[in-house]
């Protein structure tokens, strides 16, 4: 079954905003990872905060909740 122009755009455009949205998330977890990194005085496993913006702009929503989890969480050493 071949597919028609409609149904063809409207594949892509649903693909297109589902990327917009991922790489919006990525930058916004970047964001907050990064300023949020800037403010701690003791940093989990000494990781500066410009990598840590590194690995959240790659990695997204899971890389902020493993920060947050080392930084934040009631299973951080500082808490």
Not at 11 to 35: E, K
Not at 49 to 63: D, E
């Amino acid at each position: 079954m071949e597919l028609n122009f409609f149904q063809s755009a409207l594949a892509s455009i649903g693909l297109v905003i589902y990327w917009v949205l991922y790489a919006a998330t990525n930058l916004a977890c970047t964001y907050f990872v990064y300023q949020d990194s800037i403010k701690q005085p003791r940093l989990a496993l000494k990781i500066s905060p410009y990598w840590w913006a590194a690995f959240s702009l790659f990695g997204g929503i899971w890389t902020a909740l493993i920060y947050w989890l080392m930084q934040h969480s009631t299973l951080s050493r500082q808490h």
